[in-house]
């Protein structure tokens, strides 16, 4: 039963852990009293949500971004989202060699995770395995999305601030706009700085990110970074916990996770509501009335017309 591997998950044993969001992302049975035990075990653990286009080098990054937790005594949970296999449903990439260098570090757990089609670029389940991660005693839990660019904002939802990572090559002021990166973004990282163009995106970027009126939102600050060797990883650190410390004095932090919470509870409801209205009778009738068509002569109303009148019959 899931609710036996608390004790193990609030130790820190890495083989709870790793079981616990086996069973999440696989959607078996878990019940409600297995996530209350474990969301009251640790509220204020930092999650961060890393996010941009695809060969950004963001998985480098936050390679070296954990090294840098490490050195600063901070244990680190990752959330590795990838594209789901068309075969098997669970990461496409989840096999490939990430960060193996802390394979057997307890002080740091990483497990990669299929997005299951959610257009936002964060898996369905991620924010439940971040409650278990929260729950080991992590001190930051990082969410890791896969490279889908205009998709990704789901992960700004499930973190208390969002680092959005580009490269030199990035630098259009209108697809950076088109993007909806300004919105999200608590903090940029300008990528592979040492390419041709990274001065003149990092210039252009503060000019528009001082420009962009966000409502009474910070300024997000503009890091440089090359992450295969390590610099301005420090500095990156750095910054991302003064940004922390200020978003907790003005009180922008809390309000995160007031909304983050809020989100969840809405999207509880609204899959259960689903699951209570969408019961084996009535998927069998409408895979019977898809069969049934031959032509595209009916209104789709129609089709779903039938389906609340038999919800009206049986409920």
């Not at 996530?35 to 963001?58: C, H, M, W």
């Not at 916990?241 to 983050?260: A, K, P």
Request: aromatic share 6%; proline share 4%.
């Amino acid at each position: 039963m899931p609710e036996s591997l608390i004790p193990g998950i609030v130790a820190g044993e890495t083989g709870a852990v790793a079981k616990a969001i086996t069973l999440i992302e696989n959607g078996d049975p878990v019940q409600d009293q297995f996530f209350s035990e474990l969301y009251n075990q640790n509220t204020d653990v930092l999650r961060v949500g890393i996010t941009g286009p695809p060969g950004a080098g963001k998985s480098t990054l936050v390679n070296e971004l954990i090294a840098t937790c490490l050195s600063n005594k901070k244990t680190v949970g990752v959330i590795a989202v990838d594209p789901t296999s068309p075969f098997t449903g669970g990461a496409l990439l989840g096999d490939r060699v990430r960060m193996n260098k802390y394979t057997w570090d307890e002080r740091v757990f990483i497990r990669s995770m299929g997005s299951r089609g959610d257009r936002g670029g964060l898996a369905r389940k991620a924010q439940d395995a971040g409650d278990v991660l929260a729950a080991s005693g992590k001190d930051m839990i990082i969410f890791e999305t896969v490279g889908v660019g205009q998709g990704e904002y789901d992960v700004a939802k499930a973190a208390d601030l969002t680092i959005v990572v580009l490269v030199p090559e990035s630098g259009d002021e209108i697809q950076l706009m088109k993007a909806g990166l300004i919105e999200i973004a608590d903090l940029f990282v300008i990528n592979k700085s040492d390419r041709e163009g990274a001065n003149r995106l990092a210039s252009l970027l503060k000019n528009i990110l001082h420009n962009f009126s966000s409502h009474g939102k910070p300024e997000p600050p503009v890091f440089t970074t090359i992450a295969t060797e390590g610099q301005g990883i420090p500095e990156l650190y750095l910054g991302l916990m003064n940004l922390t410390g200020e978003m907790e004095l003005s009180g922008q932090l809390e309000t995160r996770r007031l909304e983050r919470y809020k989100s969840r509870i809405s999207d509880l409801i609204r899959e259960r509501l689903e699951d209570e209205f969408w019961t084996a009778e009535k998927s069998a009738i409408l895979e019977q009335a898809a069969r049934s068509l031959d032509t595209v002569s009916g209104a789709p109303v129609d089709i779903a017309n039938i389906l609340l009148k038999n919800r009206t019959v049986h409920d």
